[in-house]
Each structure stands twice: as structure tokens, then as C-alpha cells.
């Protein structure tokens, strides 16, 4: 079952649903299928938390992380998959990383950058998604580069290759397709840092953030959690 963010249905029975805040604004752990349903990593684990309950997994679809995390205490979902940032746990709390992704920049074929420790320069503007945990870590790490927030990741790539900004900050996976899919482009070889995607619910949930900590530990030991991503990333 899915709603959006900009249509959410009430939830008919609170004892048989479980409502899962989906962010598509990562490409790389959530996507949208063919039949308009939210599909790819974060949506395999919700359904097998929800089975874990005796429950049915409820999709409450976003199109950014910053807008989850505005709905944390606003009784709109009970679990959501975020990356793990000291901001974002001012509201939530995370269970340990389930994986771990790299952040890093797209740059034009032809520029001179050759590393991310080049990017923090005076007159650098950095194309990023607002709220993303990408936009965070760079908030708090430049000293002289601009950053430019866009209304999503996706966003903030098609601005730069529509001309606006120096670069393009974010997730490695999407940024290499945006390379492959647009010639003249290019992903740098290194990374600004690695993102720790998690499982987080409200501070107010302990109990179910327990039990979802134990269900996770115990698939990442069995294998799991790496069947899940890595058949779906093969599949990207």
C-alpha cells in the first residue's frame, strides 16, 4: 500500500499496518516501478519489518530526506531509512548503518578537478539536494565553496548539466549514470565521505526501535540485508 506526500490516506487500522516513510530521492535504495508502486532496498526491508510484526507495510512516499525528517513528529509514518547525522538525531534515532554509501561530485570531461579535496575554494559553487545528508556534511566541512541547494539530488544534477554550478555533489551511483547517460561528463575517482544509511524512528518509539535493531542485527549476521542489496544493485 503507498500514499504521498502529497495525498496521505489515514491509516484504517493502526493494529495491522506499519507505516513506512519511502525517500525516492535516493536512487540508489528507493525507486519508483513500473506500476507507480516504490520499490528497491529500503522497501524490500520495510516489508520484511512489517512481516516481522504480523503486519502489512504501509508506503508513505517523499521525494527528499529533508522532508521525512520534517515529518518525524508529525505522526505521518513510524519508520523511516535515513543516513545517519548528528542533526537528524536531534529528532531521531538510528540503528546501526545497514549500508554504506559514497558521497562524491560530477564535474564537467574537460574541468581541471581532479580529487574532492579540490573542491572547497572561493568562487566554487556546489550544485546539492536540500536536506540531503550530503548538503549536511558539506554545510558543515566547506569553509570558501558556495553551495547550491536544489529541491532534490536529481535536481541538483539536471541544474548542473542545464549550465548552473561547478559541480554537482552527491551519491556515486546517480552521478555515474549521469555521466553515462550525458557525454562531456565525468565522476571524480574519490569520495568527500562515506554516508551510513540506517533504519530511525522517533525518539518516542523505543519499544519498536529495540525490536527493529534486533531483527536487523540478526539479517545482517545471517545475510540478509547483502542479498537484498546487492540483487538490487545488481539489478540498478
Known amino acids: ?11 484504517t487500522d493502526e493494529e495491522t499496518t506499519l507505516r513506512f516513510a519511502i525517500n525516492l530521492g535516493n536512487a540508489v ?3 519508483t516501478l513500473p506500476d507507480g508502486q516504490p520499490g528497491g532496498i529500503t522497501v524490500e526491508i520495510a516489508n520484511k519489518i512489517a512481516a516481522q510484526q504480523g503486519k502489512v507495510a504501509q508506503f508513505v512516499t517523499y521525494p527528499t530526506a529533508g522532508k521525512v525528517v520534517e515529518d518525524a513528529n508529525s505522526d505521518r509514518w513510524d519508520v523511516a531509512f535515513l543516513a545517519i547525522d548528528p542533526k537528524r538525531e536531534e ?3 538510528f540503528t546501526r548503518p545497514y549500508i554504506t554509501i559514497e558521497g562524491t561530485v560530477l564535474v564537467k570531461e574537460d574541468s581541471h578537478w581532479q580529487s574532492v579535496s579540490e573542491m572547497d575554494q572561493a568562487n566554487v559553487v556546489i550544485n546539492v539536494g536540500k536536506g540531503a545528508a550530503y ?6 566541512e566547506l569553509k570558501q565553496a558556495a553551495l547550491n541547494r536544489l529541491p532534490s539530488s536529481q535536481a541538483a544534477i539536471d541544474a548542473f548539466l542545464n549550465g548552473e554550478g561547478d559541480m554537482a555533489a552527491g551519491i556515486r551511483q546517480p552521478l555515474e549514470h549521469a555521466a553515462k547517460e550525458n557525454s562531456g561528463y565525468r565522476v571524480l575517482s574519490d569520495n568527500f565521505g562515506q554516508i551510513f544509511q540506517a533504519i530511525c524512528l522517533p525518539h518516542k518509539n523505543e519499544k519498536l526501535f529495540s525490536e527493529i535493531s534486533t531483527y536487523l542485527s540478526k539479517w545482517q549476521e545471517n545475510g540478509a540485508i547483502d542479498e537484498i542489496i546487492n540483487r538490487n544493485l545488481a539489478e540498478a
Do not use: C, G, I
Not at 500500500?1 to 491509516?11: A, D, I
Not at 548538503?135 to 558543515?140: I, K, P, Q, V
Open 1 to 11: 500500500m503507498m500514499t504521498s506526500l502529497e495525498n496521505p490516506m489515514p491509516v
Open 135 to 140: 548538503d549536511l556534511f558539506l554545510t558543515r
Open 29 to 31: 535504495l528507493a525507486k
Open 91 to 93: 529528532v531521531l534515532r
